[in-house]
Nanobody, 125 residues
Framework: QVQLVESGGGLVQAGGSLRLSCTAS????????LGWFRQAPGKEREGVSY????????AYADSVKGRFTISRDNAKRTVYLQMRSLNAEDTAMYYC??????????????????WGQGTQVTVSS
């Protein structure tokens, strides 16, 4: 019954910004930690960002640090990924994921139980 639904993807020119959203149902959102992942053509799915259930602990991949910001709104049961200064290397399908019990590797896809179906981000150069 758990569902994660991403939205906000689209086509954007290099240097532009997008905000992705992921709304969850069927789980206790306020006590679940969340992550954003992405998968580009021909590449493995990689961790982009993470936010702990209490919201004070975050993590970012080196490739997006300083450009992307993760946040959450428990009342809306939504996690966001604000992306700025986008470049062609950011082109990928972006997925949100949730886990009830944190593991030791927050940017590892194997740490997560639940996944959305993704939203496509395409950056034109």
């Amino acid at each position: 019954q758990v569902q994660l639904v991403e939205s906000g993807g689209g086509l954007v020119q290099a240097g532009g910004s997008l905000r992705l959203s992921c709304t969850a149902s069927g789980l206790t959102f306020a006590t679940s930690s969340l992550g954003w992942f992405r998968q580009a053509p021909g590449k493995e799915r990689e961790g982009v960002s993470y936010i702990k259930w209490h919201g004070d602990t975050t993590a970012y991949a080196d490739s997006v640090k300083g450009r992307f910001t993760i946040s959450r709104d428990n009342a809306k049961r939504t996690v966001y990924l604000q992306m700025r200064s986008l470049n062609a290397e950011d082109t990928a399908m972006y997925y949100c994921a949730a886990v009830v019990v944190d593991g030791s590797r927050p940017l590892d896809r194997r740490s997560y139980q639940y996944w959305g179906q993704g939203t496509q981000v395409t950056v034109s150069s």
